[in-house]
């Protein structure tokens, strides 16, 4: 009996007849976003308080909800970011109430679960494989740091989700909603402006993709199309976040210095912090973010997941050497067409897209003067996701290696389990929780 007849035997009607392999495809994907769900909601409300960097957005957040105009002034405020962020965290404690842990958390929640089908359609999308899709969905609802950033207060998450829509919107050929998608990362956070590196790529590759005798024509319209979408409307969404300030009785000159004094504060900014941590450690996980402490000893740690941090970096290796692979034989070839599209399969351009954009986040942050944290390598991270994801593809292609991806992804749920209460503040015996503690970096 097909799928098709089994639905209208409960009275529904499909469309279409599903196979097999579909029904598993919409189960597995079900079966992701519940778990991210749980993982995200679950508890959310816990600890009842505002903790590290919320004492300062969702603070500033109940003063936007409550119509304060001090929430838009520099001293004593958070306005060191633009206002998205704190936008939403009004709208939550709007909805759920101005003192609600889970309300001022909520859509940052909501975000971490957007960006899970985000990173599912992106892999999906860039190499044509549901596996990689999965994967790496898979791979990010099990991913610490992940996890704890998105069930706080702060903008990294909303980030992370405003990126990874741009992009996926841009390599789907809608620059409109990729546009928006970016405005949205920039209104967030400033390093959002590095999604124009792999927006920047993409066209790249689109030009090299082109007929050589439609360049002109192709080069005509993305002198439009990118001013448009990548300028005009980016610039437009950021402004539009300004509009509340705007209703508190402030200025469009007010929202100017408000800009050129955040701009003067991580230029300039000195402090140091015991848990800040230089950007080329953050690979390697040298040193996590200790956040909260309850009354009764639980914690919460910015902590990424062991297993999928250190694993993908020679994942990221492998992708780099494979999508070099079409380019090592025919270079010569493809320089006297002109075209890298001579040289390099789709699949090789997927790669390279892919390890370009996980650089494109990461390095920038070498010439950053200010404290950083581990945190700040949250961009980086979905593309290292990636990176492993086609990983788990390539050994599923081959029947005798599929044992070892099941493996790996089990491996790395049960250690997201393992380190669960180190990030959730869950009330632990005293040798579990100074268990994890594996080097001393980590205290």
Known sequence: MKVEDRATLLGLTLPISLSAR?????SLLISLVAAALFTRFWRLGTPDEMYFDEVFFAKTGQEILRGDPAAWEWFGHENTHPPLSKLFMAGGMAFFGEDSPFGWRFFGALAGIGSVIFIYLLGKRLFRSEIVGMAAAFLMVFEGLFFVQSRMATPDTYLVFFILGSIYFLVSERPLLSGIFFGAAIATKWSGILTLFPVGLYLVYRFLQTDRSQWRQFLREASIAVPLFFLVVPLSIYLLTYVPMLFSGHTLGDAWELNRQAYQFHSGLEATHPYQSPWNTWPIMMRPVFLYVSSSGANIYSLGNPLIFWLGLPALAFALWQGLGGVRPKLDEAI??????????REQMALLFVVLTYLGFFLPWAIQPRCMFIYHYLPSLPFLLLALAYAVHRL????WSRGGAVLFLGAAALTFVYFYPHLAAVD???SLAESYFWFSSWR
């Not at 006297?336 to 399969?345: D, H, I, N, R, T």
Request: proline content about 5%; aromatic content about 4%.
């Open 22 to 26: 579909q029904v598993l495809i919409i």
């Open 336 to 345: 006297g067409k002109l075209s890298l599209s001579g040289a390099m399969g």
């Open 396 to 399: 599923w292609q081959r029947p």
């Open 428 to 430: 632990v015996s005293d």
